[in-house]
């Protein structure tokens, strides 16, 4: 069986999440859908925005998939998935359970029109038509009629097309254990649902040793001296290497990545995951963190996303509650969108970096790449540097970017390829309307 997991062009709204990483790289419960995908039975292969090919393929091995068409022989069929699926341990249930089926199955979004799975049986396969006419039908697939699929991989415009049909022809249908990410903060919501399940189904893979009450580490982990530990609410997970200072609070769930260092006096608390190689000091909250991102020192985050290769300065909070306790809605580009959350911090892009005292206001958005001083009372576009209290808010240069991106990987024994200064200035092109029309409200 062939998998394919695709990104579609519903992936933009994702911004900035989306920007460094592909859709299914997102974590959330401490799990990506990659994850689920790498435990299926089948040949793996990935449809992804041009600017990210190279990376998949270099870091995660993953590659774009060969042209399919209708005299293709496809032995046991494709299972197509999209990769904005939110990776709950009901999704992997039902994507072995789809895996293993003999029978032809398209699943659709609550819209009815943006494709989220689909089973297509080797007979089935024979139906694919070919990439040439099929410009209409895999735009409408897609789930936006208006513009090009991102990928535009041979292999994924004719399937769409192919899930069209099938869906026309009655074999289409929703279901409950699929859901997909629409919006950025839609992530952390997730993130606070799915904790539980996330962290028993880590426990049930074993390789874990219960050191505690409620406390599991892999090898290698040192715990200092007088930590308090409350798992009264959920499992406390540490994988290999991780080291938490003295005097720390750690009340579950919690999950801490490989080679993470909790710093001495840090508070986690009510559902935090964070990636391999964070650095994590003061008090943390529902929040989900990316590999290689610190924040070292004292200061608040709470329900809050940060990507890879973020910096909070000493002091820096954020808030995660309006002084009304209403709900909390928030801006992305010229839309505002009702989250429905009480709480909701802010989404931090790849490669930001905040200087000491830097204050983010609720539910703001920064981009990638950006430098932030004072308060953050808006949305901050990527690559600026962002003193707005001061008067000073102006473009951040892509070759700033890539020198900063050299001293950091050093700093962390990793080496700076080619690819990833190419992404630095393709992140840049990719995020020019933002800024432009961020100049136009004087931002």
Request: proline share 4%; glycine share 8%.
């Amino acid at each position: 069986m062939q998998i394919i997991c695709f990104e579609d062009s519903q992936v933009e709204q994702l911004t900035p999440v989306t920007l460094a990483r592909p859709a299914y790289a997102i974590s959330c419960a401490s799990i990506k859908l990659i994850d689920w995908l790498r435990t299926l039975d089948g040949q793996l292969s990935v449809s992804v925005r041009p600017h990210l090919a190279d990376l998949e393929r270099l870091d995660a091995g993953l590659s774009a998939p060969d042209a399919i068409t209708s005299n293709t022989v496809v032995r046991g069929g494709i299972l197509l998935v999209n990769a904005r699926l939110v990776p709950r341990v009901e999704t992997l249930a039902t994507l072995k359970r789809l895996a293993q089926s003999e029978q032809t199955s398209v699943i659709l979004d609550t819209d009815g029109q943006t494709l989220l799975v689909a089973r297509i049986t080797e007979s089935d396969c024979l139906k694919i038509p070919e990439s040439g006419s099929t410009l209409a039908t895999t735009l409408a697939m897609s789930g936006e009629s208006g513009s090009e699929t991102p990928t535009g991989d041979a292999a994924v415009g004719p399937l769409l097309a192919l899930c069209r049909t099938l869906a026309a022809n009655k074999v289409s249908h929703s279901d409950p254990s699929i859901a997909v990410f629409h919006w950025p903060h839609e992530i952390v919501a997730w993130h606070m649902r799915e904790m539980p399940s996330a962290m028993q189904w880590r426990l049930d893979q074993g390789g874990y040793t219960e050191t505690a009450d409620g406390v599991f580490t892999q090898v290698g982990v040192k715990i200092g001296q007088y930590a308090a530990i409350d798992t009264s609410d959920g499992p406390i997970l540490l994988d290999r290497d991780v080291s938490v200072g003295p005097f720390c609070y750690l009340s579950g769930p919690v999950y801490a990545g490989a080679g993470t260092r909790v710093i001495e006096h840090a508070a986690l608390k009510d559902g935090v995951a964070l990636g391999h190689t964070v650095k994590i000091g003061g008090e943390v909250e529902a929040s989900v963190i990316e590999p290689y991102t610190n924040k070292q020192h004292h200061g608040f985050l709470g329900h809050s996303y940060l990507g890879s290769w973020i910096n909070l300065g000493a002091g820096t909070c954020n808030s995660d509650l309006k002084n009304t306790y209403g709900k909390i809605n928030i801006q992305y580009g010229d839309r505002k969108i009702a989250t429905g959350m009480q709480f909701l911090g802010c989404i931090i892009g790849d490669y930001s970096k905040t200087a000491i005292n830097t204050s983010i206001f609720t539910g703001k958005v920064i981009g990638v790449c950006s430098m932030l001083y004072g308060f953050a009372t808006s949305n901050v576009p990527s690559y600026v540097n962002y003193a707005r209290l001061f008067g000073q808010t102006a473009p951040l240069p892509a070759e700033v970017m890539v020198s900063t991106q050299q001293r950091m990987f050093s700093r962390r024994k990793v080496q700076q390829r080619p690819c990833d200064i190419q992404l630095i200035h393709d992140m840049y092109r990719l995020t020019e309307s933002e800024r432009e029309a961020a100049e136009q409200y004087g931002l």
